[in-house]
């Protein structure tokens, strides 16, 4: 049982917008920052969003981060077949102190 | 560009151990936290534990889950991190990747922070314990 909680599962066709919500408690998403990974099985997870909605240099503009109170979401906009992956989120978690993730959203891109 | 790789994964008994290797390029290791992460086959991402640099004491902190049984450490000098693991579970069956742990300052009144995250990621090495 992941301590941040994200939907297994999103669905969108090309060009469409969606967003995939992560959900966590006041020890780690409502006190430190979130971060989102791209997970494509076999590959090296890929950082998409840092400090809750700070691109690095190389991520499109169509991924963007959001955090309000103790949830935070990641939006894809202009979705593309290359975008079906395995999302995380990623937060600090002050009471456990260590790095706790979401379970992963399977995006499919219909 | 920075890149990772790990190594030594492999099939181990219950009770064994095993030794992971990172080999970093295109970054000065010293300078870098470095952290390791698992995922259990069909499950989400586990922190494992993380190191810090010699500036900071080469501090390593650990999950619950394997504290007592795994240890981190580097050598700086061959832009290396390992990750021993000893008195091995069925649970720690999963896939061991390396990370880089980037950082951002900011003001907090008058004090200043770093906050560091997982930034570059290997692609993993697979521990199956059986």
């Known amino acids: 049982q992941s301590v941040l909680t994200q939907p297994p599962s999103a669905s969108g066709t090309p060009g469409q917008r969606v967003s995939i919500s992560c959900s966590g408690s006041s020890s780690n998403i409502g006190n430190n920052y979130v971060y989102w990974y791209q997970h494509v099985p076999g590959t090296a997870p890929k950082l998409l969003i840092y400090?809750?909605?700070q691109r690095p240099s190389g991520v499109p503009d169509r991924f963007s981060g959001s955090k309000s109170g103790t949830s935070a979401s990641l939006a894809i906009s202009g979705l593309r077949s290359e975008d079906e992956a395995d999302y995380f989120c990623?937060?600090?978690?002050?009471?456990?102190?260590?790095?706790?993730f979401g379970g992963g959203t399977k995006l499919t891109v219909l | 560009e920075v890149q990772l790789v790990e190594s030594g994964g492999g099939l181990v008994k219950p009770g064994g151990s095993l030794r992971l290797s990172c080999a970093a390029s295109g970054i000065t290791l010293s300078n870098a936290w470095m952290t390791w992460v698992r995922q259990v086959p069909g499950k989400g991402l586990e922190w494992v534990g993380r190191i810090k640099t010699k500036t900071y004491g080469e501090t390593v902190d650990y999950a619950a889950p394997v504290k007592g049984r795994f240890r981190i450490s580097r050598d700086d000098s061959k832009n290396m991190l390992y990750l021993q693991m000893n008195s091995l579970k069925n649970d720690d069956t999963a896939v061991y990747y390396c990370?880089?742990?980037?950082?951002?300052?900011?003001?907090?009144?008058?004090?200043?922070?770093?906050?560091?995250?997982?930034?570059?990621w290997g692609k993993g090495t697979t521990v199956r314990v059986s």
């Open positions: 990623a937060a600090w978690d002050d009471s456990l102190s260590a790095w706790e």
């Open positions: 990370t880089t742990q980037g950082r951002f300052g900011e003001w907090s009144g008058e004090i200043f922070h770093w906050h560091y995250y997982m930034d570059v």
């Open positions: 400090k809750n909605d």
